[in-house]
Structure formats: C-alpha cells, structure tokens
C-alpha cells in the first residue's frame, strides 16, 4: 500500500473543464441549510447543470459528529447543537469566526481516486498556510494537515 506521504496530488481538471467557483458566504449558514444546499449543488454538478465549487461558509455555533464521536465524550452536550456528519473522526466544533471549505468537485472531471483527492486537499492547505508563515504537515498515521505548536511536542 502507497504511504500518504507519497500519493501524488495533481488533482487538474480534464481540459476544457470550466474555473471551479469560490463562493464566500456572507453572515452564518445553518448546518442543514449547508447540508441541503450542498446536496442539491452535488446533483447539478454530476448532471452537467452547474459548475465545480469551493464554498466558504461560517456557521453558528455547533459541533459535528464523526462516525467515532461517543457522546460522553462532551462535556456539556447540551451547549450547542450536534449533527451527525458521515465523515470518520469525533466531534469538531464550527462556529462565528472559523471559515469552513466546503469543496465540491465531480472526480470524474479530475480523478476517480478519493485518497488522491484528501493528498490534495491536504496539499493545497499545507501550501495556503505557507502563505501566512504557518507550518502544516501530514501524519503518517492520521488523516488532516497538523500545525506544529511551539509549546506542544
């Protein structure tokens, strides 16, 4: 099995394939509103009826649940909202001042290949951090781009 750090992560569109929209959204977006709109966008772009998408949204605060979160595992469930998110991993709060990336690409137009697709993710993340002087990195044994902290080994 290819190890993380060597998936290759050109992830170009076919040519001819239209500019990928960057849409930031202004104000809070609810998570089912998210939810609804992304799953309606997904339909137009595999139909043919819209474009590629890069969703810039802020929610209110809230916590998503990954397939491993345990609910005794927050500290005060009842503080904001959880909704279950489809994705691995446990909670992860989203809130007023944190900008989520919702991407939307067809894999059909790039490649079908989803742990290529999370290899360039992460890829233009460590990239976009280098811009601001801030450090990302892979792990081996995880899936997401790390920021080492001085104060943490």
Do not use: C
Request: glycine share 8%; hydrophobic share 45%; net charge negative.
């Amino acid at each position: 099995m290819t190890e993380r750090s060597q998936i290759a992560t050109s992830f170009l569109p076919l040519p001819g394939s239209a500019p990928v929209e960057w849409v930031i959204e202004p104000g809070l977006t609810s998570y089912p509103d998210a939810l609804a709109f992304m799953e309606a966008r997904a339909v137009a772009i595999r139909s043919g009826a819209a474009g590629e998408m890069v969703w810039l949204v802020e929610h209110p605060p809230l916590y998503t649940a990954g397939t491993s979160a345990r609910s005794e595992d927050l500290i005060d469930p009842d503080r904001f909202p959880v909704f279950a998110a489809g994705r691995g991993g446990e909670y992860t709060y989203h809130g007023p001042g944190q900008r989520v990336a919702y991407v939307m690409l067809d894999l059909k137009r790039r490649r079908e290949d989803v742990r290529a697709f999370v290899a360039a993710l992460e890829q233009w993340i460590i990239a976009t951090l280098a811009a601001f002087n801030v450090r990302g990195e892979r792990r081996e044994d995880r899936v997401g781009v790390w920021v080492v902290r001085p104060d943490r080994p």
